[in-house]
């Protein structure tokens, strides 16, 4: 592949720019410098080799070559940097993302994919792509969201140590060739991808675009706790409800007491002991 192909493959979709990398070390960092050129709305970033990417936490990661879809586009539209603003989060950027691999992975392809709050994407439990959010500031001014996307395509793409069965990760990776036991078209993966992107982005703010999200997310209704790293002793346990209109996961615990939660790392539950039924909650009208 190269720049030039991939411009011809992505011209319907009215791309702001594209630049297209062999190796890079972050396709996040690549857009921010961009951003200081003063780069357009849905300026894309993309490399066929990713080897310092980063995830929410500070979590790594690696995209070998050929592997995985590994791209960041800038969004520097008003109405998504006011969306940002009125909430003071990027979670509805996050679920942007989320929302457009989950939709390009079932229009596509007939997978099963949910997207497991608050930024990835799983198909049958197993994590296959993960979204990064990130505002970019000069001075008090926002002046661009990028959104980084990382999907794993083929075998190569996964983690060997997702696998430890000493110590097994709720969600282990998994890859799109491997769910559908077939070879894939990385670029017609991405075009698909973009273009759901796209579609959603034009009906961020809009109720839809929560009913969306919300209609894929993974585990709801079930019991799961959510851990905080950020904050000691932050452990909340409950059942997956919905989300809150600036993206935050709304769960009810065994007490019926409703919390809408703003950060933290999804793990399954098992359910309280006794049975629980869940009290009535009173969402606004849509």
């Not at 930024?119 to 002046?143: C, F, M, P, R, Y």
């Amino acid at each position: 592949m190269n720049q030039q192909i991939l411009e011809t493959q992505l011209q319907d979709l009215a791309l702001g720019g594209l630049r297209y990398f062999e190796s890079v070390g972050s396709t996040n960092d690549e857009a921010a410098n961009w951003i200081k050129a003063d780069c357009p709305d849905l300026a894309l970033v993309i490399t066929n080799e990713q080897n310092a990417g980063r995830g929410r936490g500070g979590r790594k990661w690696f995209s070998p070559a050929g592997s995985a879809l590994a791209f960041s586009l800038v969004l520097r539209a008003e109405d998504q940097i006011n969306l940002l603003l009125k909430y003071q989060n990027t979670a509805r950027l996050n679920g942007l993302g989320a929302l457009a691999v989950c939709g390009a992975l079932q229009a596509k392809f007939g997978l099963p994919a949910r997207i497991k709050w608050p930024n990835d994407v799983l198909i049958a439990g197993q994590k296959v792509a993960g979204v990064l959010a990130e505002a970019h500031w000069l001075g008090s001014e926002l002046t661009a969201v990028v959104l980084g996307i990382g999907v794993n395509v083929s075998p190569a793409s996964v983690p060997a140590d997702d696998w430890d069965t000493l110590n097994p990760h709720p969600f282990p990776a998994t890859c799109v060739e491997t769910a559908l036991g077939r070879p894939v078209d990385r670029w017609e993966l991405l075009h698909a991808l973009l273009a759901e992107l796209l579609k959603w982005r034009k009906r961020l703010s809009e109720q839809a675009f929560l009913q969306a999200w919300e209609a894929n997310l993974a585990l709801r209704e079930q019991w799961v706790q959510v851990i905080d790293p950020g904050m000691v002793s932050s452990t909340k346990t409950g059942r997956i409800l919905a989300l809150g209109e600036d993206g935050s996961l709304r769960l009810q615990s065994e007490s019926g007491e409703v919390m809408d939660l703003r950060a933290g790392e999804i793990h399954p539950s098992d359910p309280p002991l006794g049975g629980f039924r869940l009290r009535p909650v009173d969402r606004p009208e849509k």
